[in-house]
């Protein structure tokens, strides 16, 4: 712990962390009698490995970056609480975000007591570099939140406005990519060794189907993987999950495949809703969902309810807009007819 030392909250800096079973001995072969397992093979009679060596391995390989840069995380949702406990002391540091964005950052906040600034996006949707960089100098703020692309809006931020946030503050920059699998970009992953204060957020929830899982990918350099480490729960990933996603990821790739549909899909969406009489606006996106502007949105979330389709409401994020997320080809078009019949 050094360049980064401002961010850790005194108490975790100063922590013994748990130390189970398996971080005391860690060879294969052995007769196990140090964790007090039952001892008859029931498939699962044995806990995890605590930080997942094999699947790592086989996720590091797959997106050529250093297994010691990698935390695995029940969900990514474990990752932002996570980063909310080792960096903001209650009452005292704060987190940036940039409404309308993904409701989970609030919450972790909320939960551990740090305060939340706001500098909203733009009419476009875009980040407001200036409002970022001068808010984060100016307050306590430990952590920066920047979804691309974005959940709700849809859309990807710009590259180097996210460059300039690194560049010009010392928070720990946390750039969450659940969809960056529907981007076409290249992922900020590559850029770890060259931020010291980046941290990229990656799921199995969406392009990789696996959302029932809760398996969460959090990058950084280790300095910061090594805090997550410490003060994560001892057996965060269960066995279950540890065998599926080993097993997904020893078969050929499935995502392109779902990518390919997805985005056809998407694409085909957007065209047929703008056609409709009471869309406004259809966003730009570049993940596996729409937001769309109508006249009413909460009068045509009942309708498409009432009809068995559920869509979410994002009224309270972006006034009159719902979001739909891109279903199977059959789901889009009983969708597509429901809407044509909406008055
Ligand atoms: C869906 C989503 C996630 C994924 O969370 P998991 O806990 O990994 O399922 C993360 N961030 C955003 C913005 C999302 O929309």
């Known amino acids: ?12 800096r100063q922590m013994v962390p748990y130390s189970s ?141 996210i460059e300039t946030i ?21 992922s900020w992953i590559e850029s770890i060794e060259k931020y010291s204060n980046l941290l990229v957020l990656q799921t199995f929830s969406k392009a990789w189907g696996m959302a029932g899982a809760r398996l969460g990918m959090a990058w950084a350099q280790p300095e910061i993987i090594q805090v997550l480490n410490r003060i994560k729960p001892p057996y965060n990933i269960n066995q279950f999950t540890l065998n599926m996603v080993s097993d997904l990821l020893s078969a050929p790739d499935p995502t392109d495949s779902y990518r390919k549909v997805i985005l056809r899909e998407r694409k085909q969406l957007q065209k047929a809703l ?19 502007q109508v006249e009413d949105a909460k009068r045509l979330y009942d309708y498409l309810v009432d009809k068995g389709i559920v869509v979410r409401n994002r009224h309270s994020a972006v006034p009159n807009t719902i979001r739909i997320t891109i279903g199977q080809p059959e789901e889009n078009t009983q969708l597509l007819n429901a809407l044509k019949q909406f008055t």
Request: glycine share 6%.
């Open 21 to 161: 079973a398996r971080d005391e001995y860690q060879g294969q072969e052995a007769i196990w009698l140090d964790a007090n397992e039952n001892p008859f093979p029931t498939g699962l009679n044995r806990y995890p490995d605590p930080y997942q060596r094999e699947l790592k391995a086989i996720i590091s390989r797959m997106k050529a970056q250093p297994e010691s840069q990698l935390f695995l995380g029940h969900g990514s949702d474990e990752a932002i609480d996570l980063l909310l406990r080792a960096t903001c002391d209650p009452g005292k540091d704060n987190i940036l975000i940039c409404p309308p964005t993904y409701g989970m950052y609030r919450v972790a906040a909320d939960i551990q007591g740090a305060g939340v600034v706001e500098v909203p996006l733009t009419s476009t949707f875009n980040l407001d570099t200036q409002r970022i960089v001068e808010a984060t100098n100016q307050q306590s703020v430990k952590l920066i939140f920047i979804c691309s692309p974005n959940n709700p809006t849809g859309n990807l931020m710009d590259r180097q406005a």
């Open 1 to 12: 712990m050094s360049a980064l030392n401002h961010l850790w909250r005194e108490n975790i």
């Open 166 to 186: 690194l560049s010009e503050t010392n928070a720990l920059v946390v750039i969450d990519e659940a969809y960056v699998d529907f981007a076409g970009i290249p």
């Open 274 to 292: 703008q056609t409709l009489p009471f869309v406004q606006k259809v966003f730009r996106s570049d993940a596996n969902f729409l937001l769309v």
